[in-house]
């Protein structure tokens, strides 16, 4: 049974179904990937229809670390853009070099402080706490020593950040 409009918000993706296998790939490939995050029912046509096929999926619900999420299977003609991304708090190195080179890979591609694009077009901010809480740190000094560091990054480095905050 469908989840679909049972909660107050849902986050909808678009995805061109056929790029890398469209809304139902880039959930299974979530799931597999990121916590609290599971693949739902999936929508396919009835019929065919211009561009497609009896059994395409339509609309893919999902839940994306923990939001309700349903992943739209449109047309090439829309484009994700740097207007929205999905932030991943890390806690170690490790984990934010896994999620990091997952991302980015099959046609994934790298930005800066922290960002990347997945192969779908989505955008993504790999955040290890150790950033968060150095931007907040009550030392005007150790935050823009944290700032200035991450601004030299590509994927963040914690153990860089953490010697900046410290002024070492």
Same mark, same amino acid.
């Given at each position: 049974? +469908?989840?679909?409009?049972?909660?107050?918000?849902?986050?909808?993706?678009?995805?061109?179904?056929?790029?890398?296998? =469209?809304?139902?790939?880039?959930?299974?490939?979530?799931?597999?990937?990121?916590?609290?995050?599971?693949?739902?029912?999936? @929508?396919? +046509?009835?019929?065919?229809?211009?561009?497609?096929?009896?059994g395409?999926?339509?609309?893919?619900?999902?839940?994306?670390?923990?939001?309700?999420?349903?992943?739209?299977?449109?047309?090439?003609?829309?484009?994700?853009?740097?207007?929205? +991304?999905?932030?991943?708090?890390?806690?170690?190195?490790?984990?934010?070099?896994?999620?990091w080179?997952?991302?980015? +890979?099959?046609? =994934?591609?790298?930005?800066?402080?922290?960002?990347?694009?997945?192969?779908? =077009?989505?955008?993504?901010?790999?955040?290890?706490?150790?950033?968060?809480? =150095? @931007?907040g740190?009550?030392d005007?000094?150790?935050?823009?020593?944290?700032f200035?560091? @991450?601004?030299? @990054?590509?994927?963040?480095?914690?153990?860089?950040?953490?010697?900046?905050?410290?002024?070492?």
């Amino acid at each position: 049974m +469908s989840q679909w409009g049972k909660a107050k918000g849902t986050l909808c993706l678009w995805y061109d179904k056929n790029e890398h296998g =469209g809304a139902e790939a880039a959930a299974q490939f979530y799931a597999g990937l990121l916590p609290d995050t599971a693949v739902g029912h999936v @929508m396919r +046509s009835p019929g065919d229809y211009p561009g497609g096929k009896a059994g395409d999926a339509l609309v893919v619900e999902f839940t994306l670390l923990g939001f309700p999420c349903i992943g739209l299977n449109g047309g090439g003609h829309t484009q994700h853009t740097d207007a929205f +991304s999905i932030q991943v708090t890390t806690e170690t190195q490790e984990e934010t070099d896994r999620y990091w080179d997952a991302l980015i +890979s099959d046609g =994934g591609r790298v930005m800066a402080c922290g960002w990347c694009v997945d192969r779908w =077009g989505v955008r993504w901010q790999i955040t290890p706490r150790a950033l968060i809480e =150095g @931007m907040g740190d009550p030392d005007p000094a150790a935050r823009g020593r944290v700032f200035a560091a @991450m601004q030299t @990054m590509v994927k963040v480095d914690i153990a860089a950040i953490e010697a900046a905050r410290k002024g070492v």
